[in-house]
């Protein structure tokens, strides 16, 4: 049982940031064999608990805001050794048992068939009838996402390690020439669509031919980018434009932290004046509950926000009508958020949210529209970059 | 004899003065008018009284007191009853429409026969009989049942009643043909004669259903009434089944009565669709011929009511007499003054000249003649005062000085009850259910009356669960089947509050599920409502002890269906944990190449361990009954608890199979609470049946161990376990 968090995994792909090729290949093979090498440990130990009369468990390191770790130093969150045991003769596991035997099963296979599976392929794959009954062995898709999660955690492998990848989500356009799987890919030449960031954007994927933009700027919704790429800011301001589609994928996050550390891209962030877009901003920062154990590969902690801010409203001259009335659950969810360890310390995000409670509403980043329809691209962004004007 | 003076009203005379000369009635002209009205001729006008309101009912009141006579006569003389009830329709082509019909019903019983000379005096006079004038327990107790039965026949088709009977079984029997004179109270004969045709061979060809019987010498088999009495009754009535009915008298007479045999041939047809089968008893036989029991003394089978050709037998469930009572004197508590006077009187009568020191010990029960001597310091009169010399006021005093004394209660070996054993027996035999409880109180005292008080419920099984519990009730081993809620018992039961045991219960009103309740007086004098015995009366003392009994047999049941619902749970977590052991199996046999089937069976192993609770045998109490202790109590019988849901769960309803391993099953435990003191359950033996050779083959092994019992059962304690929701039976060779 993998006692470590997020250790083994999440180096194998940070540090290769080198050419493809044979040493790739069985680096691969290698990665592969270990990750096999994991199942069955899990399956032995399991069978062998059966057949001395023991229970049969398995060790699932706890991914809950308790178990979750603020790394002052670093400023990222980590998982804590915390881990709960999945019982077989447990009414409300029982179910989640048999599943987890399913995926361990469902993903050697792929590993020695050497294919990948999405998320929803690997719920029809662990999909049928349990014997004797009339039930399915997964309700919905949700059930087996969850246990996959549960997987990553406990057999200390990461998602491309089980072969298994998420949807696209999020796009990217901008001064950088990228290798996707062999084909050379210019993101000069992306037209209006942009490309589209795969779920795997590990090195042995995704090499980084030639970059000449300076900075990256994220916003959160695709309305938003469209609007930068036909203004050809980043042409303008010699730059890399990303969307994450609301909470960005690992994916997307991924991609961003080597475009930070691989390439020394700072990474701007355009986002919501709201709960929800200050959250997303805190997980490209510093890593989410739930993917703790990945902060390493994921947690972008130089990342910045530009926008939108509270002061916005007064200070951009913006009309009454662009307020969105917080209500009860937005306040509540902001005092959470500023209670965050990593919030809680910084002046800027305090007096931030404070402004944002004392103010009642929030703000898109479409209300700079009533400016002007391209005042975000032309004027907002670029002063504020001038001025550095951010939180970080 | 009841003296009524017809008076012409108050009112009638004012009303008519007006009119000139209209004839008044003078004293004279009254006295003129004013006579005896015999006994007889006020019944045959207050024919309700006796329970002869309606046609249907008048079927039923017949057959039940000439049943309850032959039981009666059977115990006194010490005969296992062997009682068969025909009843034919005389007019079978009668219309659809028509309500009622000519119905002849004839009883035979194989009691001890009744003399010549006292036919006329037992048939034909209202309030004649044995029964009144004593304080013993019996079922008949004013003796007007059978000669009201044959009255009202006479009365709606002018036929006379037919008595055979053979006192000694060297003789022919009697053939009398009498007709009630009501205005004399008195028989009058019109056939007298010797016959060898006894039982009436007529009757065993009547139906497909009694050919069959009788050829197998099962149905009024000759010999096998040395001695016996038949009555045949032709009336008007109507022959409906439903509650009130003559199928379901029969059947509760059965439940409480597992020493007797009784045979019932239901008419050709009913009188109109109003099909309502209450108890699963009537017509729920399997219609298989070897399963009806031999008419010898000591038949062996299992004792389940069975139905051949239309022909239901109601078999014997234990083959000894209920103990006899003895009679016993009053108590001076239970009297009241002008009874003292009468038997003041009565005593003068009988012993010219007796004391009245000799009068208090002779004719009460629990005076010692040191408290006869207190007694008549009491009312001022010495041992050797004589009773003619007793003023009206000493009387009195007398009466009074009863009140207050202080004396031992009455005796009560006066009392047989049926019996904790014998009453699961016919609640076995009659009511198809899962949780069998019975308790059977200590006897009490009412107006000075001994009485005893038991009760029995079944639960669960085929009982209807959205319908409110249906209550049986019994007073001296008689159904009573009408004015439930003027009676006592109901009373009871509506005042015990059975949430209290996990059931449900509408406010002040029966509790709701698949319950039956069966509550039994037994008393030397059980105080009816009315004449026509459907109630019994409310007194405290027997509603208390009817509550008692029943939250004794509440408490039983509520802690079985607390354990249930556990072991309910339990079983159905272990089908969770099965269901998914065979996935769990072969995904770690696809990854690790270990074997799929040990896994398995050690995974379910495990699961078994962890939810053995579902294995747990219950007691009587609901406890866990520890292996090593098997110290089953007695008052309970637990067939099978409900089958979870689930793969490995019995099949919903349960299949035929199941339902019979379980019934006997049940029987084991049954046979095996008998006590020495006790008489003997019949044999159980494993019966063969008829169609159900298929599914024998298949059966799972354990019902082939089930025991070939050839000897009796005494003191054997067979051990049932459930066994994925099945009982099945530990063996222990060497128990039969």
């Not at chain 1, 309305?223 to 800011?233: A, I, L």
């Not at chain 2, 009141?61 to 025909?86: F, M, R, Y």
């Not at chain 2, 043909?177 to 007298?192: G, I, S």
């Not at chain 2, 109901?490 to 045991?501: A, D, I």
Request: aromatic share 6%; with cysteine; net charge neutral.
């Amino acid at each position: 049982m993998a006692k470590k968090t997020s250790g083994s995994g999440g180096g194998s792909g940070a540090g290769g940031a080198g050419g493809a090729g044979g040493g790739m290949t069985a680096r691969i093979k290698e990665r592969d064999a270990r990750t096999r090498g994991k199942i069955v440990e899990l399956a032995d130990r399991i069978s062998t608990s059966a057949l001395s009369m023991r229970e049969p468990k398995i060790e699932i390191p706890i991914r809950a805001k308790s178990n979750t770790i603020w790394d002052r130093k670093r400023r990222v969150l980590r998982m804590g050794d915390a881990s709960s045991e999945r019982e077989l003769f447990n009414l409300s596991q029982a179910k989640q048992f048999m599943q987890t035997c399913l995926h361990s099963s469902s993903i050697k296979d792929l590993i020695e068939a050497e294919k990948t599976l999405s998320l929803r392929g690997m719920f029809y794959k662990g999909l049928h009838t349990v014997a004797g009954t009339k039930e399915k062995t997964f309700a919905d898709q949700d059930e087996s996402d969850a246990v996959l999660e549960d997987l990553e955690v406990s057999l200390g492998a990461l998602r491309e390690e089980l072969h298994i990848f998420a949807k696209k989500k999020g796009t990217m356009i901008g001064n950088i020439t990228i290798v996707d799987t062999g084909d050379e890919i210019d993101c000069r030449r992306m037209g209006s669509g942009g490309y589209a960031i795969p779920s795997i954007v590990e090195p042995d994927v995704i090499q980084f031919k030639k970059c000449d933009a300076k900075f990256v700027l994220h916003v959160e919704k695709d309305t938003v980018w469209g609007r930068f790429n036909e203004d050809k800011f980043w042409q303008k301001h010699n730059c890399i434009l990303t969307e994450g589609g609301g909470q960005p994928s690992r994916g997307v996050r991924r991609l961003l932290q080597r475009l930070n550390t691989e390439l020394g891209l700072p990474i701007y962030c355009l986002l919501d004046c709201d709960p929800w877009g200050h959250y997303i901003f805190s997980v490209i920062k510093q890593g989410s509950i739930s993917l703790a154990f990945e902060s390493n590969r994921l947690a972008i902690p130089e990342a910045k926000f530009v926008g939108v801010r509270s002061k916005d409203y007064a200070e951009c001259g913006l009309s009454d009508d662009v307020q969105i009335a917080l209500n009860d659950n937005d306040t509540k969810r902001a005092k959470e958020i500023a209670a965050y360890p990593w919030f809680v310390e910084h002046k800027g995000w305090q007096k931030e949210i404070d402004l944002m409670l004392k103010n009642g509403f929030k703000m898109e980043v479409e209300s700079l529209i009533t400016k002007d329809i391209s005042y975000v691209t032309e004027t907002y962004v670029p002063q504020r970059l001038r001025a550095k004007d951010w939180l970080d | 004899m009841t003296r009524v003076a017809e008076r012409p009203s108050a009112e009638g005379e004012t009303k008519v003065s007006g009119k000139k000369t209209a004839a008044r009635a003078t004293a004279e002209s009254m006295a003129a008018k004013q006579r005896d009205i015999s006994v007889s001729e006020f019944f045959a006008k207050n024919r309700h009284l006796l329970g002869f309101d309606n046609p249907r009912k008048a079927l039923l009141t017949t057959v039940k007191e000439a049943v309850d006579n032959s039981l009666d006569a059977c115990e006194e003389a010490g005969i296992l009853p062997d009682i068969t009830v025909v009843i034919e329709d005389l007019q079978p082509d009668r219309g659809r429409e028509v309500k009622q019909s000519r119905y002849r019903i004839t009883v035979v019983d194989n009691g001890p026969g009744i003399v010549r000379k006292q036919v006329e005096n037992v048939f034909g006079r209202l309030l004649f009989g044995s029964k009144f004038h004593r304080l013993k327990m019996s079922r008949g107790q004013q003796g007007i049942g059978i000669s009201a039965a044959g009255m009202y026949g006479l009365i709606t088709t002018g036929k006379p009643m037919l008595i055979q009977t053979r006192p000694r079984a060297d003789q022919p029997a009697h053939h009398i043909e009498l007709a009630m004179n009501t205005k004399t109270n008195r028989a009058e004969v019109t056939v007298d004669e010797e016959t060898e045709d006894f039982p009436l061979a007529r009757l065993k060809g009547l139906t497909a259903g009694t050919r069959e019987l009788a050829q197998r010498g099962e149905f009024l088999a000759a010999g096998a009434y040395p001695t016996g009495t038949s009555v045949t009754v032709e009336l008007e009535g109507r022959y409906q089944k439903g509650r009130g009915s003559v199928d379901e008298f029969l059947e509760l007479t059965a439940i409480a009565n597992p020493h007797a045999r009784i045979t019932f041939v239901p008419p050709s047809r009913e009188s109109a669709a109003e099909d309502e089968t209450l108890l699963a008893g009537a017509g729920r036989g399997r219609g298989s011929a070897d399963e009806t029991p031999g008419v010898t003394a000591e038949p062996e089978s299992p004792a389940q009511t069975t139905e051949t050709g239309g022909v239901v037998v109601f078999p014997r469930g234990v083959a000894e007499l209920p103990p006899e009572t003895k009679e016993i004197q009053p108590h001076p508590k239970g009297i009241e003054l002008g009874i003292l006077i009468q038997m003041l009187k009565d005593y003068e009568a009988a012993e010219k000249g007796g004391t009245l020191y000799k009068f208090l010990q002779e004719r009460f029960c629990r005076v010692s003649s040191s408290t006869a001597s207190e007694f008549c310091q009491t009312i001022k009169a010495t041992a050797r005062t004589k009773v003619s010399d007793l003023e009206p006021a000493q009387a009195e005093a007398l009466f009074r000085a009863f009140q207050e004394a202080k004396l031992a209660p009455p005796p009560t070996d006066c009392l047989a009850p049926i019996g904790v054993r014998q009453l699961l027996a016919g609640m076995l035999k009659g009511v198809k259910a899962e949780f069998y409880a019975a308790s059977s109180r200590e006897p009490e005292v009412y107006r000075g009356r001994p009485f005893q008080i038991e009760a029995a419920i079944a639960f669960g099984g085929d009982l209807p669960k959205d319908e409110s519990a249906r209550v049986i009730r019994f007073a001296n081993r008689v159904p009573l089947l009408f004015q439930q809620s003027a009676c006592s018992s109901f009373k009871s039961v509506t005042e015990t509050n059975w949430r209290n045991y996990d059931l449900q219960q509408p406010r002040e009103s029966l509790p709701v599920g698949p319950l039956v309740i069966m509550i039994h007086m037994a008393s030397v004098w059980v105080p009816f409502t009315s004449e026509s015995k459907e109630a019994i009366a409310d007194y405290d003392e027997v509603r208390k002890e009817m509550k008692l009994a029943l939250m004794e047999c509440g408490r039983k049941l509520g802690t079985y269906l607390k354990k249930r619902a556990k072991m309910k749970r339990e079983a159905e977590r272990r089908d969770v944990f099965q269901k998914y052991i065979g996935e769990i199996s072969k995904a770690l046999s696809a990854i690790n190449g270990s074997d799929a089937s040990r896994l398995y069976e050690a995974l379910l192993a495990q699961a078994k361990k962890r939810t053995a609770i579902a294995d747990q045998r219950l007691d009587d109490e609901g406890k866990r009954i520890k292996d090593e202790d098997p110290a089953d109590q007695d008052g309970v019988i637990i067939v099978a608890p409900t089958p979870a849901e689930g793969p490995a769960g019995v099949p919903p309803g349960g299949m035929p199979g199941g339902v019979l391993s379980k019934a006997e099953a049940a029987r084991l435990k049954v046979a095996s609470l008998a006590k020495d003191d006790e008489p003997a359950l019949l044999d159980v033996r494993e019966t063969p049946r008829a169609g159900r050779g298929k599914a024998k083959a298949g059966d799972p092994p354990s019902s082939k161990s089930k025991p070939e019992a050839s000897g009796p059962a005494h003191g054997a304690k067979p051990r049932m376990r459930l066994v994925d929701g099945k009982l099945v039976r530990v063996d222990e060779p060497g128990l039969f």
